[in-house]
Nanobody, 123 residues
């Protein structure tokens, strides 16, 4: 398994930006597709983005499309989530996840999870 550690969460005003990072260790990072999920208070965990092992393809649900950008640097074993135009409804704990393919991430078939980082967007 790969071990994942998120960072970059915090408190931001609506309309602001944050960049989350997820550092991987253990197994070969480029073997994995990567994703970001979030869990808002009282809600189920939801996928917000995913990226193939090469970075060549990405996925976003409509709720974040055009505002969030996922990227990865395989040389640094790190995946990023750039979040712009943040809204109060983006408030959640954000989790990094690794799986074999983006299809598996979209199905919730996850090999490894990070511990999560809190993002709070104030109105």
């Amino acid at each position: 398994q790969v071990q994942l550690v998120e960072s970059g969460g915090g408190l931001v005003q609506a309309g602001g930006s944050l960049r989350l990072s997820c550092a991987a260790s253990g197994r070969t990072f480029s073997d994995y597709a990567m994703g970001w999920f979030r869990r808002a208070p009282g809600k189920e965990r939801a996928l917000v983005s995913a990226i193939t092992w090469s970075g060549g393809n990405t996925y976003y649900p409509d709720s974040v499309k055009g505002r969030f950008t996922i990227s990865r640097d395989n040389a640094k074993n790190t995946v990023y989530l750039q979040m712009n135009s943040l809204k109060p409804e983006d408030t959640a704990v954000y989790y990094c996840a690794a799986a074999g393919t983006v299809a598996e991430i979209r199905r919730g078939v996850i090999d490894s999870w990070g511990q999560g980082t809190q993002v709070t967007v104030s109105s």
